[in-house]
């Protein structure tokens, strides 16, 4: 493919998802400030843990589809295939879903809230490879729109719901059936017609593939089990990355529930959301950045990947170094405003968490590039590696220190984290540049 054909301009892809990413942030941020505030902290702590039970499995189950999706540079698969692949990995997880909090013996309280959240997280996979495909077409305008009119009707209907009835279990099956509908009469049907559209007129032809989706591929006996196959072979990898960093972000929860019991999980988890923050900004970034990275990585362009990720790199120091500040000039008073005047308390905590969000932020990047370069496996050794280790530094503190313990554990394994995706991605780009002076 060649470098020459036109291309939208990074900073022109990132303005749309920056926008959408500021409301979806802020729409999630109020979620939890409504939870917090109009439900008990047990109640808050359950729903924690419901997350930290959900997200491991479906993080493995996705099979990271989205990055194989956006980097298939040659279109070795179809859309169809990411989609019926995600319908038989969704139905799995959603199975595993409804199994392991039995058999780990939670309560019927914490079930319902756990299969209540099995289901929306069901419909966001399948969601989630539509906005694949608009992303891999870089159609970022469609994929804002989306998204920022799913997550203001969710915080909408969820925040009136729980501040009239108080009742968490109704605001979730009213959110389940607004993600049904929205997806079958707008994620989809928006998203294919745009990117078709697109690919008709000629206007954007980064990757050029064929878009028409074949619809007698999907929801039919004809799903090309061998095919289907092949690519779940391929994604595993990724599968295993995505399971292992969740389940590091996860394990603090587990433990921090198990020693210091729902209401502690329920403020440690309010806290960590706010980790979030940086991700606002950065994260359009690097959707933004991703798909150009693997198209420079297909053709060779090293200084030119090599300049995005710098420039992703520095940028992210400079939003740690701004949030680090505002933590340490009010971060009491913040915590005070937007929780309750307890949370004030747990400053530290919250810098502790923050300068890791911090350093997490620089390591995505670097992570997003490895993915580019589809160098899935050396993803996989690293996110191995960081979990191990923040696994047993997690066993070592929290049982003495508690949210502390929880918050340095954290730290710890991001600043692992940067450190050996540091180490692979030199490691995969000077392996790349050799190899391309072997063949000329």
């Known amino acids: 493919m060649s470098s020459s054909l036109p291309r939208k301009s990074?900073?022109?892809?990132?303005?749309?998802?920056?926008?959408?990413?500021?409301?979806?942030?802020?729409?999630?941020?109020?979620?939890?400030?409504?939870?917090?505030?109009?439900?008990?902290?047990?109640?808050?702590?359950?729903?924690?843990?419901?997350?930290?039970?959900?997200?491991?499995?479906?993080?493995?189950?996705?099979?990271?589809?989205?990055?194989?999706?956006?980097?298939?540079?040659?279109?070795?698969?179809?859309?169809?295939?990411?989609?019926?692949?995600?319908?038989?990995?969704?139905?799995?997880?959603?199975?595993?879903?409804?199994?392991?909090?039995?058999?780990?013996?939670?309560?019927?309280?914490?079930?319902?809230?756990?299969w209540l959240g099995a289901v929306l997280k069901t419909l966001d996979a399948v969601s989630s490879i539509a906005y694949g495909l608009m992303q891999k077409n870089e159609q970022m305008k469609t994929l804002a729109y989306l998204g920022i009119g799913k997550s203001l009707l969710s915080i909408t209907l969820m925040g009136i719901s729980i501040y009239l009835t108080g009742?968490?279990?109704?605001?979730?099956?009213?959110?389940?059936?607004?993600?049904?509908?929205?997806?079958?009469?707008?994620?989809?049907?928006?998203?294919?017609?745009?990117?078709?559209?697109?690919?008709?007129?000629?206007?954007?032809?980064l990757f050029s593939p064929s878009t028409q989706i074949d619809w007698s591929k999907v929801f039919t006996a004809k799903w090309y089990p061998r095919k289907l196959l092949n690519l779940a072979k391929l994604a595993l990898p990724m599968g295993i990355v995505t399971l292992l960093i969740n389940f590091n972000a996860n394990i603090p929860r587990y433990l921090i529930e198990k020693y210091n019991g729902e209401t502690s999980l329920g403020i440690f988890a309010a806290i960590a959301s706010l980790m979030a923050i940086g991700d606002t900004v950065l994260n359009p970034l690097g959707t933004s950045a991703t798909p150009r990275m693997a198209q420079y990585y297909a053709e060779g362009?090293?200084?030119?990947?090599?300049?995005?990720?710098?420039?992703?790199?520095?940028?992210?120091?400079?939003?740690?170094?701004?949030?680090?500040?505002?933590?340490?000039?009010?971060?009491?008073p913040f915590l005070e405003i937007v929780y309750r005047k307890e949370y004030g308390h747990y400053t530290l905590l919250l810098t502790l968490l923050m300068l890791a969000g911090s350093i997490e932020?620089?390591?995505?990047?670097?992570?997003?590039?490895?993915?580019?370069?589809?160098?899935?496996?050396?993803?996989?050794?690293?996110?191995?590696?960081?979990?191990?280790?923040?696994?047993v530094i997690s066993l070592w503190l929290i049982p003495s220190q508690g949210l502390l313990g929880a918050a340095i554990a954290i730290l710890s394994g991001s600043i692992i984290d940067v450190g050996l995706n540091i180490v692979a991605i030199i490691y995969i780009m000077t392996k790349r540049r050799k190899n391309k002076l072997l063949l000329t």
Request: one cysteine or more; charged letters at 10%.
């Open 167 to 205: 009742n968490l279990l109704l605001a979730l099956m009213l959110l389940i059936l607004f993600h049904i509908l929205y997806l079958f009469f707008y994620e989809f049907p928006y998203s294919l017609a745009t990117v078709n559209s697109s690919h008709l007129s000629g206007s954007n032809r």
């Open 301 to 332: 362009n090293l200084k030119l990947l090599w300049k995005i990720l710098s420039k992703l790199v520095a940028i992210a120091i400079i939003i740690g170094v701004i949030i680090m500040g505002a933590c340490l000039l009010i971060g009491q």
């Open 10 to 114: 990074l900073s022109q892809l990132f303005s749309w998802l920056f926008f959408a990413f500021i409301i979806i942030a802020a729409s999630q941020f109020l979620v939890a400030v409504i939870v917090v505030k109009f439900c008990a902290p047990e109640l808050v702590g359950r729903l924690a843990l419901s997350n930290a039970i959900l997200t491991p499995i479906f993080a493995f189950s996705n099979l990271d589809l989205g990055a194989l999706q956006i980097t298939d540079t040659k279109n070795q698969y179809e859309f169809e295939d990411y989609l019926n692949l995600r319908f038989v990995t969704s139905g799995i997880a959603f199975l595993l879903s409804i199994i392991i909090p039995i058999l780990a013996g939670y309560s019927l309280d914490t079930l319902i809230i756990v």
């Open 361 to 391: 932020d620089i390591s995505s990047f670097l992570g997003r590039a490895i993915t580019a370069t589809r160098s899935f496996r050396i993803k996989m050794f690293v996110s191995a590696t960081v979990v191990t280790i923040s696994a």
